[in-house]
């Protein structure tokens, strides 16, 4: 390699699926210029040496290191990669994406700034500039796989740095004009200097190999192939360094509050939960004489707002479709879920607690005093889903029971609402510190204690 550091390294890593070892002590460099061809048959681990590589996976041993830095290892360390372009075997984004999303999406994780021309040209390259407004769900499952394609090869098409692609099965379902299209990009960013690790079953691709890897029986072998043949410049021109550095503006931030904003279901969800219970509680006290206690009347006034606050929030939707959470994993060096976001909808557990309270009770200080402690608990709630759907097999864990926690809190404000005479002093100062600051600091402890 002559001293140059490897766009990708394995070192002695170890793979484990349940009790099989998948991979076992696997050691892997590759350089600038490189296209290497992973074959084998069905299971043999070509996939999971692929997710591995992209730092997804738990490691056994071992350690995955990109451009020389290390992006995980066995001791469970992790660090955001250098921008890299990746292909997962199936989706890698949100079907409810539009297709020049998806693109401008994969360039501004790798830190450069597309324009609509540059996205427009490459779609057209494609032959898929005519959809580029059409959400990924309305596609056929070929040009679905077109999308995924394009992201994976963008990070090398918008950069003039030598990157790491990693493609899955890259042709698998394409047709032969798509086929041909990926592999002059493929030929043309090795010639640039951008390197490849591609798993297929597909021997046109072999004949773009410069190495050649077997992975059979937990491990590796390797036949060198020759070079791949020199091509003209490409089309399609690099872009700009991004300069964004805040959150709401970082690709992650804008990913997740523009489906937000176009399919509204965090906000359909919580207000239609909460409504219901509203609904049932007014039914109910229209029919029967209110209770004169004025600890249960608190507690049926803030009911629907508890019952809303504890919705799963809708942009764990969105991760677990197609496998955008495990694309966003690699790309972040942690679940996107577990980053210091604040949930876009805890407006709406705040605004049924003051609707509750100002028909029931009326005081103003009571109401924002008590209704802001809602924010907080969606906030927890939301982190609480969020840790859930990090494991493995969502649903099947108990960590939704973290979310009794939140009742202490919670009988807290309905003991604050039940004050004949609301007052801010040093009892009341207390429970109200408590109330908000409990849900806090789940808020902010759990993305610092979770393990994947």
Known sequence: MNGEVPLLELSSLTVKRGKSTVLNSVDLQIVSGDVVILVGENGAGKSTLIEAAAGILNLSAGKVQHSGQSIRDSDGRRTEPPPFGLALQSGGFSQDEFVSERVATAASTSRRDA???WVSDLLEEWGLRHRS????AWLSGGMKRKVGIIAGLTPALASDEPRLVLLDEPSEGLDETSIQTLKNQISDLASSGHAFIIATHDESLSNLATRRITVSD???????VGTSQKRDALKVKSLPNSKVDTYALKPQGKWTSTLEKRTRISAINRSVSGLIALVVIVGMLSQFE????????ALLALTPALISALVKPGYLNHLSDSR???WWNAQL???LQMSFRIENQFYVPFLLALLSIYFLFGNIQQMLVVSGGFICFTLAA???HSLESTFPRQGATLVLLLLL????????????????EFSINDETLTQILATYLMPLAIWILVPLIASE
């Open 115 to 117: 324009n609509e021309e």
């Open 133 to 136: 407004q059409d959400r990924i």
């Open 218 to 224: 937990s491990n590796i072998t390797e036949d060198k």
């Open 290 to 297: 209110p209770p004169a206690n004025n600890s249960w009347l």
């Open 324 to 326: 955008a959470g495990d």
């Open 333 to 335: 060096g942690k679940p």
């Open 382 to 384: 939301a982190r609480i």
């Open 405 to 420: 926690i939140l009742i202490w809190p919670f009988l807290l404000s309905v003991d604050l609402l039940a004050m004949d």
